[in-house]
């Protein structure tokens, strides 16, 4: 079981490039989430993903799309990428501890540090 | 969306208990209190999670009382190794897929 899995770790891009920040679990979780953490900072949320096919927008979705591209994956896009959006992401999936847990629980990867020059 | 206030940092010495009080005031029925851990360079990791009253596992006790208007984080005879962060979140019970406000959590530094 591997868990979360992010790819890249690590990522520089110059203002206006894109990218798309990969993500997979392997816990059969139906709910994912992509954050974004900057120094010193808690957890904000860009987008999440209740079940396959659907999406929703979280606290500070701009400047970021996402596709759930089947139950496992969950990619997160920045189409031109600018300094702001330098910082930790975070993928993550949710779903019940143990047989009978009374709320989910999330699961998080390592993250991917991009840095936006 | 029920938010969290916890304080922005706490100091403790190895071998004490710490206690980290989340305030959420606007706490739904549905909602449970989770409390996740956070170390440099990681993702948070789940610590410990309720409904009401008292839960304690392997790892940590969690206190809330009758009005569920706060909860409190106990971790007893803390080490070195427990300086992270600390995060206080409320949720709605299963199936995920809702938003989730981590806020700026509670920095534990524990000193030799």
């Known amino acids: 079981n591997a868990g979360v899995t992010q790819t890249p770790k690590f990522q520089v891009l110059k203002t206006g490039q894109s990218m798309t920040l990969q993500c997979a679990q392997d816990?059969?979780?139906?709910?994912m989430y992509w954050y974004r953490q900057d120094p010193g900072m808690g957890l904000r949320l860009i987008y999440y993903?209740?079940?396959?096919?659907?999406?929703d927008k979280g606290e500070v979705p701009n400047g970021y799309n996402v596709s759930r591209l089947n139950k496992r994956e969950f990619s997160l896009r920045l189409e031109s990428a600018a300094p702001s959006q330098t910082s930790v992401y975070f993928c993550a999936s949710s779903g019940l501890q143990w047989e009978g847990a009374p709320a989910d629980t999330q699961y998080f990867g390592p993250g991917t540090r991009l840095t936006v020059l | 969306l029920a938010k969290t206030t916890q304080p922005i940092s706490m100091d403790s010495y190895e071998g004490q208990e710490v206690n980290i009080t989340c305030s959420h005031n606007?706490?739904?029925?549905?909602?449970?209190i989770t409390w996740y851990q956070q170390f440099p360079s990681q993702g948070p990791r789940f610590i410990i999670q309720?409904?009401?009253t008292k839960v304690t596992n392997e790892v940590a006790s969690l206190f809330i009382p009758a009005d569920r208007k706060s909860s409190t984080l106990s971790l007893p005879r803390v080490s070195l190794s427990d300086t992270a962060v600390y995060y206080c979140l409320v949720g709605d019970r299963r199936g995920g897929g809702f938003k989730t406000i981590f806020g700026a959590g509670t920095r534990l530094f524990v000193k030799a």
């Open positions: 309720g409904y009401k």
């Open positions: 606007n706490i739904a029925t549905n909602d449970y």
């Open positions: 993903s209740a079940s396959e096919g659907t999406t």
């Open positions: 816990m059969n979780h139906n709910s």
